[in-house]
């Protein structure tokens, strides 16, 4: 197993260099012993060769007048000499003539001599030849004691040994001071922001400077305060930790216009329903699903503020029909559905004749004139349409749709044998429609500029895709229109597509904009080679990738959080930015953010649209963007609709605002 360093900064230090320093001094150690064995070989050479030559000119006379005696004498005295172990003359007829050595020798001759010779690996045996000019007289056999030289070896790797622990002692000592100096702020950041975590107040550090501990004291000091501050504001709001996870909770599970159950919730809802009958047997009950009759006419003719008055009016209408077990819960749109668990048919459509009554009963005041409101309404009963949840809304969307074939402002209870005419020819004439937009040219893009905060200039802009209404070619229908009815029969692909290549070749344009974002709905994550096509566009066009931004709804992406990471981390790769939508309607957005490798975080315009009015708002504003300055990402503003919004997002930090404050969709691209 690899060890693992200790979790302490200066230990790491510490050991760290410690080892790197152990390194380092047994290097030079092996090198420095590398050069002292060195020059002691060559140290002995040199005396080898003097005791060689000394010898040579003492013996080379009294062998050549064959004095042994004197020879015998003369080897004597050099045995005498420190490292001499034995000394052995033969004359030229290899007999031996005389010896010095503390022990006796054997042999007479050099070839019977060295054969009873024994082996020593601390002794260094060599031979001189005795010869004056060129005459040979004799051989000298000398054996030359090592010990010496292996003993200055030992006694210098000692010494060098004992100079690297003493090294290594002291460079250990003086780390330590040094790093228990340096990191002594970061153990007093460490134990500060422990404190912070636990929820105790903040109290500014000591110490710091000019170096960079100091300003990093410095920063922590500061971001210690502006928490504290927060705290101190949310305290102020009385929203607690545990109201501030409810009013999350309650927000990820409520329509932010008419404060409904949502489409999450309503499903969630039906689930366990469901599930329930099936344990305990049969349960009755019923969905009642409805929409406003010619609801997109109200958009189109007096604005989107007068349907959101219409929506919110409905709701509160409907809602003091139903009981307290029953859900109410908008879908989306103008769609609603009430979920009515032990509902039989009867009861049902009692409820459905009381609603379709109230409706009918509210009246609206639009540019001096008194209008009515009317709306259609279908029932499915179960178990008898269905036992799970996609037929049962299938069905009671489908007895909808066979409500506005009667003539509107009435309820049906779901006909098999009705469904599929209608309903074919519903999906059918849209999808005839959409296929002919895209045949005949009919979709077009309409740019939005998006803001630096800060600045209010524009840098990028949106790109929003308009459809011209074959009815009225001088009308344009918005994508609430045609984009669900795309989504249902699967035709939202191509839409996708269309606007990937549009905008692309926008870019490409002469006054293309700087960047441009698109949004790509959650059937397109599934498309295989969507992000090579993407490439094969950006590159036919030489587009920069960084220039395109693409912008994914968080719902669609945490529908599936691995297919999302997955087509993400491809466009990125691509050098896109990506960019996720509506962030902050779902309880656990801050916690898939880890999970979600996106660039920009574009705030849901339901924390927007009351900014300047709603404290709560502005908390979970701040909260978003300072998770996101956390995490490196940027973020975005959507439905800035007046100037104190604005004003409060720049407080708050937001990099960057959209809405018609600052400019609205259009055809061209209007100068920054």
């Not at 030229?92 to 054969?115: M, N, V, Y």
């Not at 290594?168 to 912070?196: K, Q």
Request: proline fraction near 3%.
């Amino acid at each position: 197993m690899i060890a693992r360093l200790p979790g302490s900064l200066r230990s790491r230090l510490i050991i760290l260099t410690v080892i790197v320093e152990v390194v380092m001094i047994t290097a030079i150690l092996w090198n420095s012993q590398r050069l002292a064995e060195s020059h002691l070989l060559q140290q002995f050479e040199l005396r080898r060769t003097e005791a060689s030559r000394l010898l040579r000119a003492a013996l080379a006379p009294a062998m050549a007048q064959h004095d042994f005696a004197a020879v015998g004498e003369i080897l004597e005295d050099a045995r005498q000499m420190q490292g001499m172990d034995y000394l052995v003359m033969f004359d030229e007829e290899g007999r031996r003539i005389a010896s010095a050595s503390a022990t006796p020798l054997a042999g007479d001759s050099p070839h019977a001599f060295l054969q009873a010779l024994a082996a020593d690996p601390e002794r260094l045996d060599f031979h001189i030849a005795m010869q004056i000019g060129e005459r040979e007289y004799g051989e000298l056999l000398i054996g030359l004691d090592l010990q010496f030289i292996n003993q200055a070896r030992h006694e210098i790797l000692t010494q060098n040994i004992l100079l690297a622990l003493l090294g290594i002692l002291l460079t250990t000592l003086v780390l330590g001071g040094v790093a228990l100096w340096l990191t002594r702020h970061l153990t007093a950041l460490s134990a500060a922001s422990r404190a912070l975590a636990s929820g105790r107040r903040f109290h500014p550090l000591q110490g710091g400077g000019d170096d960079d501990i100091g300003r990093v004291v410095a920063a922590f000091n500061s971001m210690g305060s502006a928490l504290d501050a927060r705290m101190e504001e949310l305290e102020a709001a009385e929203l607690t930790q545990r109201e501030l996870a409810e009013r999350l909770l309650f927000m990820a599970e409520r329509d932010p216009l008419t404060g409904l159950a949502n489409r999450a919730r309503f499903e969630a809802a039906l689930d366990k329903t469901l599930g329930q009958g099936g344990r305990g047997g049969e349960q009755l009950g019923a969905l009642l699903y409805f929409d406003i009759d010619e609801f997109k006419t109200i958009n189109d003719s007096f604005g989107h503020r007068a349907g959101d008055s219409v929506l919110v009016q409905t709701a509160l209408t409907v809602g003091r029909l139903v009981r307290a077990d029953e859900l109410f819960a908008r879908l989306g749109g103008d769609e609603f559905v009430i979920l009515a668990p032990g509902a039989d048919r009867n009861a049902a459509q009692a409820l459905a004749e009381r609603i379709v009554g109230g409706i009918r009963g509210l009246g609206f005041d639009f540019d001096g004139r008194r209008l009515g409101l009317t709306i259609s309404l279908g029932i499915a009963l179960y178990p008898e349409h269905g036992g799970e949840r996609e037929s049962l809304v299938s069905h009671a969307d489908a007895a909808m749709y066979q409500a506005k074939a009667g003539g509107k402002n009435c309820w049906r209870t779901y006909r098999p044998e009705l469904d599929d005419p209608e309903r074919m020819l519903h999906q059918l004439g849209w999808n005839e429609r959409i296929q002919r937009a895209l045949d005949e040219q009919r979709l077009v893009l309409h740019y939005q500029g998006v803001h630096s905060v800060q600045t209010g200039k524009i840098v990028h802009h949106e790109a929003l895709v308009r459809m011209i209404d074959p009815e009225d070619p001088s009308q344009l229908l918005m994508p609430g229109a045609f984009i669900p009815a795309a989504e249902k029969n699967g035709r939202i692909v191509d839409i996708d597509r269309w606007v990937i290549g549009h905008a692309i070749r926008k870019l490409a344009a002469a006054d293309a904009p700087a960047a441009l974002a698109i949004n790509i709905s959650a059937r397109s994550f599934d498309e295989p080679g969507l992000a090579a096509s993407i490439r094969a566009t950006l590159a036919a066009f030489h587009v920069e990738p960084a220039r395109l931004l693409i912008e994914l709804t968080e719902t669609a992406a945490l529908a599936n959080i691995a297919d999302s990471e997955l087509f993400i981390r491809e466009l990125r790769a691509l050098g896109c930015t990506v960019c996720l939508d509506d962030f902050g309607v779902g309880f656990s957005s801050f916690a898939y953010l880890k999970q979600l490798s996106a660039d920009v975080l574009k705030i849901d315009g339901m924390f927007i649209r009351h900014l300047a009015s709603d404290p709560n708002d502005q908390v979970f504003v701040r909260a978003i963007v300072e998770v996101a300055r956390g995490l490196g990402k940027k973020t975005v503003a959507e439905f800035v609709g007046d100037a104190a919004t604005l004003a409060i997002l720049r407080e708050l930090g937001v990099d960057y605002a959209q809405g018609y404050y600052l400019s609205r969709p259009e055809a061209e691209i209007s100068p920054a």
